[in-house]
């Protein structure tokens, strides 16, 4: 009986329904996009395709297009007064309805103006006061391109100017350490997004916490960002929950290698335009065990995120959101001693990780150009480590002790109006109270003895307000000049950042750029409670700084094609470095970076330059490619008066991704997909290996006299995914392969000492990541 049940089912979901031509609707909004307000009698029609599906947007900018065809389509928005938009690679699936969100650009009345330019989306960013050093970030890229893996911050290193490794995330901007990235929610900052993060790479982590089932677009920014972007160095991960469909309950179902996963979406009520949004994974690396590292069976996290719209006829816009995760890990020590090889065979470690963030948004129109948006959030991070090591006489002593939690809680406000057809400003302020509860303890140089570095419990603030305001003088031309101020209430310190960008363009698909932005950045809050001899000797830290320009020139060739060349250079100075040593900020990575206990100085300086390039084809006849190159040369200097390659200089970075679609099926509605990214990269840098002071003491010591001097030899990966939508009446299902580093590339994770071989030799893993999946949306 139980078998033919399960007969039953699998009938119900994969063959029970019609065979014919499977339909979906596509609708959404259509709004002003400096002042946000609705923008009624568009035209919204779908490009290349017979009988013509076409909706005018009604008095509150809503659309609707019924019965468009499962697979790829283009969508451009029209409107007199308004600067025509193309929306570009819409995938419609026969499971779910497509909801968007179209902004459109005022045009400026100009004598003798006759031609209407189509203004293709994709490339500019979503804010609408940022006019150079951004781009958009879709979610169906994150689902789509190989290597990605679902994980935003994956997707983004095959981006110009971004590297990464595989058995991280991490991601380094233009030579910049991963650090020194703002991760953005919701207009908030928020703690690092990714399990088991901030422990082998500050800034990085190993998998995303955020589902591609969740997050709406984003905009992903390099450098010379807006005024409103405060604490932030190398770029900005601005990211955005999107809003459920409030017209449908719509499920997803996955499983796979790496875990489950279950998102649903819905209104809450029949005739109410709010809804709701939620989605949960549970993983286990257990049964990749054999391709990880050791010890990745006892690995598993957890996570969920979910967004709550509530709009009013009278009172604005209300939305709560959330995102959490919860993160173990743990090695245990082999009691046999002659097996110890390494010195982590040694040791006991059990790691617990958690982070969240929960806000309440509110939105409202004052008039018809300008609006106001608040937004109340709280946000949580927590490392609980503790670390045993065997000694000579196979005992366990302790070795280090973290038991870190940070709260802040989150005022932000602001103001933008749109004054006339040639000015807009954005005005706000943010209020961040940071409490926290630190205490960190280490035996590395003792052997057994714990010695006390961060004994703290407190709280303190950091105060930003900003105004930026964009002028467009003409149709080509375009400035936007702001300024943020930040100040520490810890230590008095404060910052004043003036930003300016400049658009010219000086052919209808042909533009060149210029910016040019202060930035700053606080050190994680440890360091500035560190203590020796009863005493916080790095209370005072100043901001991190940077000055950081960037030229820019855009040209889109035809429809689907765009070129973007950005040269750059970036100055870094007050950098916290080790007074007369090479050791400095900018290179801070993880590991024992966590137990610094000296007196630290911001003297150091550092210096990025370079040029990315991008060329892009726009998925168009069921293919694309993007082919990125940066080169570039990253350095710093400390007390010492020397130059130095930092740990991120790779010098060069090449990726290649593209990708192909089939129509397949009875009546070409299902759709198999391949695609594969390749990277040719610098290798890692490292310090030589001091041989006899590392014998005598049985472990890795590098000649610091010499930083980053060595190069291991270039890495070349490559991931592919292969998947098969088959799209049903109401239901589709997926069945996907992808793999991460399929070359095999060994990660670089440091030297150590083999008490075996009586060498120090470098730890490489090659991390090879396979997951196939299998989804359900209905």
């Known amino acids: 009986m139980k078998k033919i049940c399960i007969a039953i089912l699998l009938n119900t979901l994969f063959f029970n329904f019609s065979h014919g031509q499977s339909y979906q609707t596509v609708k959404g909004t259509v709004t002003e996009k400096n002042s946000g307000t609705p923008v009624p009698y568009a035209t919204v029609m779908l490009l290349n395709i017979t009988p013509v599906i076409g909706a005018t947007t009604d008095t509150a900018g809503r659309f609707s297009l019924p019965n468009v065809p499962v697979g790829r389509h283009n969508i451009e928005v029209r409107c007199l007064g308004y600067e025509t938009v193309t929306v570009k690679e819409i995938l419609v699936s026969s499971s779910k309805e497509i909801i968007l969100d179209i902004r459109l650009q005022e045009t400026l009345m100009e004598l003798g103006e006759i031609t209407v330019k189509p203004s293709i989306n994709k490339t500019q960013p979503l804010n609408s006061m940022a006019i150079a050093g951004g781009r958009m970030l879709s979610v169906e890229e994150a689902s789509r391109y190989a290597g990605g893996m679902d994980d935003p911050a994956r997707l983004v290193s095959s981006f110009a100017g971004v590297t990464a490794n595989v058995g991280n995330n991490g991601i380094a901007i233009r030579g910049n350490a991963p650090k020194f990235l703002q991760w953005r929610m919701e207009d908030v900052e928020i703690p690092n997004p990714n399990h088991f993060a901030d422990v082998t790479s500050f800034g990085g982590g190993g998998l995303t916490a955020l589902s591609s089932l969740v997050l709406g677009n984003s905009d992903f920014f390099t450098g010379a960002f807006p005024a409103e972007y405060n604490n932030a160095l190398s770029g900005v991960f601005d990211m955005y929950l999107r809003n459920g469909n409030n017209t449908r309950h719509e499920h997803t179902a996955q499983i796979s290698f790496l875990g489950i996963e279950a998102a649903s979406e819905g209104p809450f009520t029949k005739g109410y335009d709010g809804s709701y949004l939620f989605n949960y994974r549970y993983s286990t690396l257990a049964l990749l065990s054999p391709l990880q590292p050791e010890d990745a069976d006892g690995t598993d996290y957890q996570d969920l995120s979910f967004k709550l719209f509530f709009p009013t006829r009278k009172a604005g816009i209300f939305s709560a959101w959330g995102m959490g995760l919860i993160d173990h890990s743990g090695t245990i020590a082999e009691k046999d001693k002659s097996k110890w090889q390494y010195e982590q065979d040694m040791e006991n470690q059990d790691v617990k990780q958690y982070a969240g963030a929960l806000g309440v948004n509110h939105k409202i129109n004052i008039d018809k150009t300008s609006f106001l948006k608040t937004t109340i959030a709280l946000t949580v991070s927590g490392l609980d480590m503790h670390t045993e090591r065997m000694n000579e006489h196979v005992l366990l002593v302790p070795k280090n002790v973290i038991k870190n939690t940070?709260?802040?809680?989150?005022?932000?406000?602001?103001?933008?109006?749109?004054?006339?057809?040639?000015?807009?400003?954005?005005?706000?302020?943010?209020?961040?109270?940071?409490?926290?509860?630190?205490?960190?303890?280490?035996?590395?140089?003792?052997?057994?003895?714990?010695?006390?570095?961060?004994?703290?419990?407190?709280?303190?603030?950091?105060?930003?307000?900003?105004?930026?305001?964009?002028?467009?003088?003409?149709?080509?031309?375009?400035?936007?000049?702001?300024?943020?101020?930040?100040?520490?209430?810890?230590?008095?310190?404060?910052?004043?950042?003036?930003?300016v960008s400049l658009k010219c363009q000086f052919m209808p698909n042909q533009a060149y750029s210029l910016a040019y932005g202060m930035h700053s950045r606080l050190e994680m809050l440890n360091y500035y409670f560190t203590e020796k001899e009863g005493?916080?000797?790095?209370?005072?830290?100043?901001?991190?700084?940077?000055?950081?320009?960037?030229?820019?020139?855009?040209?889109?060739?035809?429809?689907?094609?765009?070129?973007?060349?950005?040269?750059?250079?970036?100055?870094?100075?007050?950098?916290?470095?080790?007074?007369?040593?090479?050791?400095?900020?900018?290179?801070?990575?993880?590991?024992?970076?966590?137990?610094?206990?000296?007196?630290?100085?911001?003297?150091?300086?550092?210096?990025?330059?370079?040029?990315?390039?991008?060329?892009?084809?726009?998925?168009?006849?069921?293919?694309?490619?993007?082919?990125?190159?940066?080169?570039?040369?990253?350095?710093?200097?400390?007390?010492?008066?020397?130059?130095?390659?930092?740990?991120?200089?790779?010098?060069?970075?090449?990726?290649?991704?593209?990708?192909?679609?089939?129509?397949?099926?009875?009546?070409?509605?299902?759709?198999?997909?391949?695609?594969?990214?390749?990277?040719?990269?610098?290798?890692?840098?490292?310090?030589?290996?001091?041989?006899?002071?590392?014998?005598?003491?049985?472990?890795?010591?590098?000649?610091?006299?010499?930083?980053?001097?060595?190069?291991?030899?270039?890495?070349?990966?490559?991931?592919?995914?292969?998947?098969?939508?088959?799209?049903?009446?109401?239901?589709?299902?997926?069945?996907?392969?992808?793999?991460?580093?399929?070359?095999?590339?060994?990660?670089?994770?440091?030297?150590?000492?083999?008490?075996?071989?009586?060498?120090?030799?470098?730890?490489?893993?090659?991390?090879?990541?396979?997951?196939?999946?299998?989804?359900?949306?209905?």
Do not use: C
């Not at 192909?660 to 990269?681: D, S």
């Not at 996907?736 to 994770?749: C, E, Q, R, S």
């Open 406 to 499: 940070n709260w802040n809680f989150v005022l932000s406000s602001a103001f933008q109006k749109r004054y006339s057809e040639h000015h807009t400003n954005k005005t706000g302020f943010r209020i961040t109270g940071l409490k926290y509860d630190m205490f960190m303890q280490d035996a590395q140089k003792t052997r057994g003895e714990l010695q006390t570095l961060t004994d703290e419990s407190g709280f303190s603030s950091l105060l930003t307000a900003y105004s930026s305001s964009t002028f467009r003088f003409t149709n080509q031309w375009s400035v936007n000049v702001g300024i943020n101020a930040q100040y520490f209430t810890l230590n008095g310190n404060y910052t004043i950042e003036p930003r």
């Open 535 to 778: 005493e916080k000797i790095n209370k005072d830290l100043d901001f991190t700084k940077a000055h950081h320009l960037s030229l820019g020139y855009d040209w889109n060739i035809g429809e689907n094609k765009h070129l973007k060349i950005e040269p750059y250079i970036q100055y870094l100075y007050d950098v916290p470095v080790l007074p007369d040593s090479t050791y400095s900020f900018i290179n801070l990575q993880g590991n024992d970076d966590w137990f610094l206990s000296e007196r630290l100085i911001n003297t150091g300086k550092g210096l990025n330059y370079g040029i990315d390039i991008t060329f892009e084809k726009y998925m168009s006849r069921r293919d694309y490619y993007m082919i990125t190159a940066s080169i570039f040369n990253s350095r710093y200097k400390t007390t010492r008066g020397e130059w130095y390659n930092t740990r991120y200089n790779r010098n060069f970075a090449l990726n290649l991704l593209a990708g192909k679609e089939w129509m397949l099926g009875e009546n070409n509605q299902n759709i198999l997909g391949i695609n594969a990214r390749a990277t040719f990269q610098g290798g890692d840098r490292y310090s030589p290996i001091n041989e006899i002071v590392s014998l005598k003491q049985q472990d890795a010591i590098h000649d610091e006299s010499k930083p980053y001097s060595k190069k291991l030899a270039p890495v070349l990966l490559g991931h592919l995914t292969i998947s098969y939508k088959i799209n049903k009446k109401k239901v589709s299902h997926e069945v996907a392969a992808k793999v991460l580093n399929i070359t095999g590339y060994k990660d670089y994770y440091g030297h150590r000492y083999n008490y075996i071989t009586r060498q120090v030799e470098a730890e490489r893993e090659a991390n090879i990541i396979p997951n196939i999946s299998y989804k359900i949306e209905f």
